[in-house]
């Protein structure tokens, strides 16, 4: 069981320091191992632990599951940003700014996520400021333009789709209440 917690524990760390990828293989080893040893009382303990934790969610942060969508007939592009915009994904997925990443993590297994642009009704455009903010400590509007804004903007003004209602369609998510201000000085 100490072993099982530590693998666990770890999952976080190779998620912030290596890839996600790396994380979500660690976090299927560790339940793969712990699946094999349920017949010891202390695993079965360890294993309660984590569904009472954040390792509950771990299969959405990771997509390993395809999430309804409640009967709607929308249909939701999420776009491919740059990795950068959307990196750490368990070290951003708590506190404030886990909505952004929740969220994103939501729709792209969601049943009504497509892949064919043409056919969205709607365009998510992911990115996780609040977190990125935090973590790299940016001070001020100017970091946070050629780290964030400056690359995102980019990438929609490269996209067809950006256009194709006036970017009325563009769903964005800031879940610290002042990102929302940084596209005031952007010519949209």
């Given amino acids: 069981a100490p072993v099982l917690e530590l693998m666990m524990n770890s999952v976080l760390a190779l998620d912030t320091d290596y890839s996600s990828q790396e994380a979500q293989q660690l976090y299927q ?14 695993v079965r303990q360890v294993v309660e632990t984590w569904k009472r934790d954040a390792v509950h969610t771990y299969p959405l942060l990771f997509g390993m599951e395809t999430r309804p969508c409640y009967g709607t007939s ?13 990196s750490s994904v368990l070290r951003c ?10 969220f994103h993590r939501f729709l792209q297994s969601a049943e009504c996520r497509t892949e064919d642009p043409e056919e969205a009704d709607f365009f998510f455009v992911p990115v996780y400021n609040t ?3 935090m973590v790299n400590k940016l001070e001020g ?14 990438l929609l003004h490269s996209m067809p789709w950006f ?6 369609d563009h769903l964005f998510l800031f879940a610290d209440g002042t990102s929302a201000r940084s596209w005031d000085s952007y010519e949209l």
């Avoid at 080893?29 to 202390?42: F, H, I, K, P």
């Avoid at 929308?74 to 959307?86: A, F, M, R, S």
């Avoid at 333009?145 to 690359?151: E, F, H, Q």
């Fill in 29 to 42: 080893q560790t339940l793969d191992l712990a699946a094999g040893l349920d017949s010891d009382e202390a």
């Fill in 74 to 86: 929308l249909k939701i592009y999420v776009y491919d940003v740059p990795e950068n915009l959307t």
């Fill in 163 to 168: 256009e194709r209602r006036n970017q009325r």
């Fill in 141 to 154: 509007g100017e970091e946070a333009a050629a780290l964030i804004w400056d690359p995102l903007v980019q």
């Fill in 131 to 133: 977190c990125l903010g």
């Fill in 93 to 102: 997925a708590i506190g404030q700014w886990g909505t952004e990443v929740l």
